[in-house]
């Protein structure tokens, strides 16, 4: 474990770092254009990671990444259709011109081997025979990634909890209102979305982080000195 000096500094491996504070983004909902001209609304979790919801303003597609480290994408309203959300629910939100774009996207009688797919990488163990259990895997899985509600309320206007199905449908409709023009993206350096870390925050979050790994090297050095003394 890391040894605080007299400077508040730590001692690493025989070596001496300084860490300076930080200012961490929050958990959130975050839009943003990227290059290539793709809105994008990260679903982001400072712990667990982020998902990508993006929206093709040429075809108004909008797809998610729900795996982890990979690109695989899935049409959010295939997706919050199978859950078991109706048409008119998403349309209030969406409105019928991108309902009718997404729908006519994919093919229906490609949804459940879409859905079991990703469902099968998620959990194989769980049923997803139908599309109704594949949908509910996956949104379980994405329901994993929590949010601070007072950056949904800011970002999207409701006070979102975890990326559910509610919140896929408030991302999608902001990243519409930012490809129309009605709502700037979210700016990066915006304080209010960010919290500040000090060196003790982050060594408690990286002892939080790594605890599994660390757990098992101070048991490795504990039993290697057990056989020393024998």
Do not use: C
């Not at 990227?34 to 303003?57: L, Y």
């Amino acid at each position: 474990l890391p040894t605080i000096t007299g400077r508040y500094s730590y001692i690493v491996g025989g070596r001496e770092y300084q860490v300076t504070n930080q200012f961490r983004r929050m958990s959130g909902v975050y839009t943003r254009i990227v290059d290539n001209g793709e809105f994008q609304a990260v679903a982001a979790n400072d712990r667990i990671g982020q998902r990508k919801i993006t929206f093709d303003p040429n075809t108004k597609v909008i797809k998610i990444e729900p795996l982890a480290g990979s690109s695989i994408r899935l049409n959010i309203y295939m997706l919050l259709r199978a859950a078991g959300r109706s048409e008119e629910e998403i349309t209030k939100v969406w409105g019928a011109g991108i309902v009718s774009a997404n729908k006519a996207s994919y093919r229906e009688n490609h949804v459940l081997g879409k859905l079991k797919a990703v469902a099968n990488k998620i959990d194989p163990s769980a049923p997803a025979n139908t599309p109704k259990q594949a949908a509910h895997v996956i949104m379980k899985e994405l329901g994993k990634i929590t949010f601070d509600p007072r950056i949904t309320q800011d970002i999207l206007g409701k006070p979102h909890a975890l990326l559910s199905e509610d919140a896929l449908m408030d991302s999608a409709a902001e990243l519409a209102k930012v490809s129309r023009g009605e709502k700037a993206p979210s700016t990066y350096d915006n304080l209010g979305h960010k919290r500040f870390m000090s060196p003790a925050d982050l060594l408690s979050d990286h002892i939080n982080r790594e605890k599994r790994n660390i757990g098992k090297r101070v048991k490795r050095t504990v039993d290697r000195g057990e056989d020393d003394v024998e």
